[in-house]
């Protein structure tokens, strides 16, 4: 097939995003979900999850199964079995033995110098969409295990993700154990540690309290964060006490733009407290945080008096732009 056909046949799927009556492109879905593209078969599958086609979940499925045949070659990139997925779980299907099939897929393709496995996106969108199936929680957790020893880090916070979202206490057993041994990925401990606050285990926020005392300046920046984005009561006051300790001016600097993202009103109260008793780089962050913050609007008049009343000229430009007339 030439360049400009197979453009011609990629615009023609693309084009059936926009039908008025989903019903009348299921013929034209059908046929394109056979197609031995795998980037054609990817456009396919989400206008079917867009349109909401339940009717086609069975054509999802066989051509899943299709890219698992020589998958280098049908499907390099997991483009077709990535979409297929996100297909599925946006319809809702519910039955797990695909999302079985694709958490286990390895498929190592050649690159420069080597192999690497493209099936790490594909893993953890099926350890996601485990959640909501009819599996019962201990096979859940058990394919979510094996997953936080993936080789993929990605991988690794999905399935963090997957066990906050099933939301069990036994889940936690796994997320203290794999945040306790550590990861070669720092980001990976600091999504097993949102992950156990966010599902509210007891003792969670103690139990993250204590790698504020890391040796690994990255592990406390993750603990840091995990505590910040909590809504659980008293995280902030956690923050608070370690703020108190001889802090790297990077961890504290790191802690103040933590506490921008937090939904937590505590995170503003502390924010301005700092913005009070601190002066130069710090307040500015404190300033900035503020004004990135979800809580920039209820304390604009606070913010913009307490600035005024420092004498730092710096301090009042920067409010003069982050918190104009």
Same mark, same amino acid.
């Given at each position: 097939?030439?360049?400009?056909?197979?453009?011609?046949?990629?615009?023609?799927?693309?084009?059936?995003?926009?039908?008025?009556?989903?019903?009348? !492109? %299921?013929?034209? #879905?059908?046929?394109? /979900?056979? +197609?031995?593209?795998?980037?054609?078969?990817?456009? @396919? *599958?989400?206008? =079917?999850?867009?349109?909401?086609?339940?009717?086609?979940?069975?054509?999802?499925?066989?051509?899943?199964?299709?890219?698992?045949?020589?998958?280098?070659?049908?499907?390099?990139?997991?483009?077709?079995?990535?979409?297929?997925?996100?297909?599925?779980?946006?319809?809702?299907?519910?039955d797990s033995e695909v999302y079985l099939r694709g958490?286990?897929?390895?498929?190592?393709?050649?690159?420069?110098?080597?192999?690497?496995?493209?099936?790490?996106?594909?893993?953890?969108?099926?350890?996601?969409?485990?959640?909501?199936?009819?599996?019962?929680?201990?096979? !859940? %957790?058990?394919? #979510?295990?094996?997953? /936080?020893? +993936?080789?993929?880090?990605?991988?690794?916070?999905? @399935? *963090?993700?997957? =066990?906050?979202?099933?939301?069990?206490?036994?889940?936690?057993?796994?997320?203290?154990?794999?945040?306790?041994?550590g990861d070669t990925e720092p980001e990976v401990t600091?999504?097993?540690?949102?992950?156990?606050?966010?599902?509210?285990?007891?003792?969670?926020?103690?139990?993250?309290?204590?790698?504020?005392?890391?040796?690994?300046?990255?592990?406390?920046?993750?603990?840091?964060?995990?505590?910040?984005?909590?809504?659980?009561?008293?995280?902030?006051?956690?923050?608070?006490?370690?703020?108190?300790?001889?802090?790297?001016?990077?961890?504290?600097?790191?802690?103040?733009?933590? #506490?921008?993202?937090?939904?937590?009103?505590?995170?503003?109260?502390?924010?301005?407290?700092?913005?009070?008793?601190?002066?130069?780089?710090?307040?500015?962050?404190?300033?900035?945080?503020?004004?990135?913050?979800?809580?920039?609007?209820?304390?604009?008049?606070?913010?913009?008096?307490?600035v005024q009343s420092k004498p730092d000229l710096n301090?009042?430009?920067?409010?003069?732009?982050?918190?104009?007339?």
């Open positions: 097939m030439s360049k400009k056909a197979f453009e011609e046949k990629i615009a023609a799927v693309d084009a059936l995003r926009l039908a008025s009556d989903p019903q009348s !492109v %299921l013929p034209q #879905l059908q046929k394109a /979900l056979t +197609d031995r593209n795998n980037y054609l078969v990817s456009k @396919a *599958a989400a206008i =079917v999850a867009l349109h909401a086609l339940t009717e086609l979940v069975p054509n999802l499925l066989t051509a899943f199964q299709r890219f698992l045949n020589n998958p280098v070659k049908t499907d390099p990139q997991c483009w077709a079995k990535n979409a297929i997925i996100k297909a599925l779980k946006d319809l809702d299907h519910r958490i286990a897929h390895i498929q190592m393709e050649p690159v420069w110098g080597g192999e690497a496995d493209t099936a790490g996106t594909l893993r953890g969108a099926c350890a996601l969409a485990l959640v909501n199936t009819t599996l019962d929680d201990m096979q !859940v %957790l058990t394919a #979510l295990t094996d997953r /936080l020893a +993936d080789t993929e880090k990605t991988v690794r916070m999905d @399935a *963090a993700v997957a =066990v906050a979202q099933l939301g069990k206490q036994e889940g936690t057993l796994l997320l203290r154990l794999k945040a306790l041994t600091g999504q097993c540690l949102i992950a156990l606050l966010s599902i509210g285990a007891e003792g969670a926020k103690e139990f993250t309290q204590q790698f504020l005392s890391s040796k690994d300046e990255y592990v406390r920046m993750e603990a840091i964060a995990a505590l910040a984005q909590s809504r659980v009561e008293g995280a902030i006051e956690v923050l608070k006490t370690h703020w108190k300790k001889r802090l790297e001016p990077t961890e504290r600097k790191g802690l103040v733009q933590s #506490l921008a993202a937090s939904p937590n009103p505590a995170s503003a109260e502390f924010l301005i407290e700092i913005l009070t008793e601190e002066n130069g780089d710090l307040a500015a962050t404190a300033l900035t945080a503020l004004a990135s913050s979800r809580f920039r609007t209820e304390q604009r008049e606070r913010i913009k008096t307490l301090l009042h430009r920067i409010a003069a732009s982050l918190f104009p007339e």
